[in-house]
């Protein structure tokens, strides 16, 4: 009976070596590679991926990763691009070659058309001195000691290699270009993630009817009364000023009754949260949901960002029901 955790542990181990002699073998070529695309998606030109079999199937991936992070990006068949497709390929284009061997023929057979079209032609091999390496103008080395597959044939460690280097490169791109989340989010219009980048706080807080606020000298009573009215979990305690004194939750109801239940006729002041965790209106959803996630709160007042005036409150249970979370 074979051991298969020991073998799916072994692949795992020749994989992570693969890629931890890949980081430390990324150099010049990589910087050289990265500033020879960035002139050509600055230009409004694309990157333009060739691959066959599992390296064709590695393009694909990389090229949804460029495309989904602001480097506009498609794969070319090999085959087809000598039956017509060679079209796809728009002069000025940045191309991005993918072979381990560096001597796929369909791919070779390419090689006048794309150096003759193409800003620049980038090879990721694991054979610098191959033919594709010797006519790229940047070689990315992704050699591997060997392949995790125990006959030494399926691409493992290096399909791995190739993944691994298109996410630099992706990665490396996004922020040298500026790329931010509000323009991810334009990316990914659907889901929560396109959701929670798209949407501000403002959209999402609570305010009008659905707010309770009291002052600091209302009673634990009279707060726990607005905060059933309002069907919220908590209260913004608003001084006579209109500033934010604190808040009030069913939570410090809940703990301070323990020890004293005589609390509903006292002041909400001294059982109310002073300094509580705030955000600006104008603030993304996304970071909302992450101040909640971190600080391990159920409630966050959305303030207006020049004087601090309590706007409105952002209420978990919200997040799930508009599907951010």
Do not use: W
């Not at 072979?99 to 032609?121: C, I, M, N, Q, V």
């Not at 033919?131 to 030494?152: F, K, M, N, W």
């Amino acid at each position: 009976m074979p051991d298969h955790l020991t073998r799916a542990r072994e692949v795992i181990r020749l994989e992570t070596e693969a890629l931890e002699a890949l980081g430390s073998r990324l150099g010049q070529e990589f910087e050289a590679a990265i500033e020879s695309l960035l002139p050509a998606l600055q230009s409004g030109k694309k990157i333009v991926l060739v691959g066959i079999g599992k390296s064709g199937n590695i393009a694909h991936k990389i090229a949804a990763t460029l495309t989904s992070t602001g480097s506009p990006a498609v794969v070319l068949h090999s085959q087809n691009a000598l039956h017509g497709d060679l079209g796809l390929l728009s002069e000025g284009d940045a191309v991005m070659a993918l072979s381990y061997s560096g001597e796929t023929t369909e791919l070779l057979d390419l090689l006048p058309f794309l150096k003759r079209r193409a800003s620049t032609l980038i090879s990721l091999t694991g054979k610098p001195d191959s033919t594709l390496g010797r006519h790229s103008d940047h070689v990315i080395d992704t050699s591997v000691p060997r392949e995790a597959c125990p006959l030494r044939l399926a691409p493992t460690s290096s399909s791995t290699t190739m993944l691994v280097v298109g996410d630099a490169i992706a990665m490396v791109l996004l922020e040298a270009r500026g790329f931010t989340a509000e323009d991810f989010a334009l990316y990914h219009p659907g889901g929560s993630l396109g959701r929670s980048l798209l949407t501000t706080v403002a959209d999402i807080m609570r305010t009008g009817s659905q707010l309770a606020q009291v002052d600091p000298e209302a009673s634990v009573f009279e707060a726990l009364t607005a905060m059933t009215r309002a069907k919220a979990g908590a209260a913004i305690i608003r001084s006579v000023d209109g500033k934010l004194a604190g808040i009030f939750t069913h939570g410090d109801f809940a703990r301070s009754f323990q020890s004293d239940p005589t609390i509903g006729s006292r002041p909400v002041r001294d059982y109310m949260t002073i300094n509580p965790i705030t955000i600006s209106q104008r603030a993304l959803a996304a970071e909302a949901v992450k101040i909640i996630a971190e600080r391990n709160i159920d409630d966050l007042i959305a303030v207006d960002e020049e004087n601090q005036e309590p706007l409105g409150l952002v209420d978990s249970q919200d997040l799930a029901r508009e599907k951010l979370i």
